[in-house]
Nanobody, 124 residues
Framework: QVQLVESGGGLVQAGGSLRLSCAAS????????MGWFRQAPGKDREFVAY????????YYVASVKGRFAVSSDNAKNTVYLQMNNLKPENTAVYCC?????????????????WGQGTQVTVSS
């Protein structure tokens, strides 16, 4: 049984940085792609970033390009989301998700497994 556990969230001032981690147990990351999503209070869940199975391709929502970076460390079975120059509007619960087929990209309904999420709060 694969489980995903996020960590690294917290409170940071605008302009600061955080690195989120998503650790998987039960199956190696090299066998599936991963996505990051976020959901702010009162808003729909939003795609943030995606990394393919090999880790060689990444995709981002336009609002985070140049500030966020997704990466994977297959040896540690962990995917990361480095978030720089954070803004108050980035405040949300961030979740990682596993895409077993490697075709989900930004479509949440195509993901197979979700973590519980980690809270990111950016103060102005």
């Amino acid at each position: 049984q694969v489980q995903l556990v996020e960590s690294g969230g917290g409170l940071v001032q605008a302009g600061g940085s955080l690195r989120l981690s998503c650790a998987a147990s039960g199956r190696t990351f090299s066998t599936y792609a991963m996505g990051w999503f976020r959901q702010a209070p009162g808003k729909d869940r939003e795609f943030v970033a995606y990394i393919n199975r090999s880790g060689g391709s990444t995709y981002y929502v336009a609002s985070v390009k140049g500030r966020f970076a997704v990466s994977s460390d297959n040896a540690k079975n962990t995917v990361y989301l480095q978030m720089n120059n954070l803004k108050p509007e980035n405040t949300a619960v961030y979740c990682c998700a596993a895409d077993f087929a490697g075709t989900a990209y930004g479509v949440a309904d195509r993901y197979d497994l979700w973590g519980q999420g980690t809270q990111v709060t950016v103060s102005s």
